[in-house]
């Protein structure tokens, strides 16, 4: 088991529209999201019972990510908040370009304009 930062920063997010049937359809690879990155190689049909025990483990330690939003709320959201990242050296965080200090000319134009265009409807 790799405890390493990368797989313990995804989220378990039940795909909970049309009755969970989306979950159901894909294996509930949202629910139990945090298994599949821990262990890639695990089968799907153990992976509902696997994350019961690694929220159990994880969930004391702080290590545990869960959001029960609907995904299309989530993607919107998270759409919204995460459009770039500020270099490629090192562990990068998603930035908002509403709190862009210093970025590239173009990039602040396109932003400007994306906004500008934004409030104008």
């Not at 890639?40 to 994880?58: F, I, M, Q, R, W």
């Not at 998603?94 to 709190?99: G, H, Q, T």
């Amino acid at each position: 088991m790799d405890l390493g930062a990368r797989p313990l920063s995804t989220i378990d997010r039940p795909y909970s529209e049309c009755f969970g049937f989306h979950d159901w359809m894909h294996h509930r690879i949202g629910s139990t999201h945090v298994f599949h990155h821990l262990f890639s190689d695990g089968p799907c049909y153990n992976a509902v019972e696997a994350t019961k025990h690694l929220k159990a483990y994880l969930e004391p330690l702080g290590l545990y990510n869960y959001d029960g939003r609907p995904i299309v709320q989530a993607a919107w959201e998270t759409a919204k908040r995460c459009q770039y990242v500020e270099g490629t050296q090192g562990v990068q965080y998603f930035k908002s370009l509403k709190d862009a200090k210093a970025v590239h000319p173009s990039v602040k134009a396109g932003a400007a304009a994306f906004f500008a265009a934004k409030k104008s409807n």
